[in-house]
C-alpha cells in the first residue's frame, strides 16, 4: 500500500521568519492585513522586515496587542519585502519595537 502524499497548506511558506528564522525571505509580495477592534489615540507607523506571511502577520498582531496600551493594531504585509504595523494606543515606541523585535522580526529606523 502506498501512503498519499501530502501538499503544503496554501499559506504556508519555507521562508518564513516566524517558522524558520534564519531563513531567506520568500520573493514576491502578498497583501494581507489583520486588525483588532478600531480605538482613539495617537498611531506610529512601524517599518518592519523578515514577515512572509499570514502566521507572520498574527504573531506580530499578537504580540503588540498583548502589550499594555496598545488599542489597535494593523498589519500591511508585503512578503520579503518591508511589511509596515500601525499601531494606534499609548504604548512607547521603546515597548512596541521590543515586542517586534522580541517576536523574531526586525524594526527598522528612518
Known amino acids: 500500500m502506498t501512503e498519499p502524499m501530502s501538499s503544503p497548506l496554501p499559506m504556508a511558506s519555507g521562508g518564513c521568519s516566524c517558522c524558520i528564522p534564519d531563513a531567506a525571505p520568500t520573493p514576491g509580495s502578498d497583501a494581507a492585513e489583520t486588525s483588532f477592534p478600531a480605538a482613539s489615540g495617537t498611531s506610529a ?3 518592519v522586515e523578515g514577515m512572509t506571511c499570514g502566521h507572520c502577520v498574527g504573531t506580530i498582531a499578537g504580540a503588540v ?3 499594555h496600551g496598545v488599542d489597535d493594531v494593523r498589519v500591511d504585509l508585503v512578503a520579503g519585502g518591508i511589511s509596515h504595523v500601525t499601531v ?3 504604548a512607547s515606541s521603546n515597548t512596541v519595537r521590543a515586542a517586534i523585535e ?3 522580526y526586525r524594526v527598522l529606523t528612518s
Open 45 to 47: 507607523t512601524y517599518r
Open 65 to 67: 496587542s498583548a502589550l
Open 88 to 90: 494606534t494606543g499609548a
Open 102 to 104: 522580541e517576536a523574531g
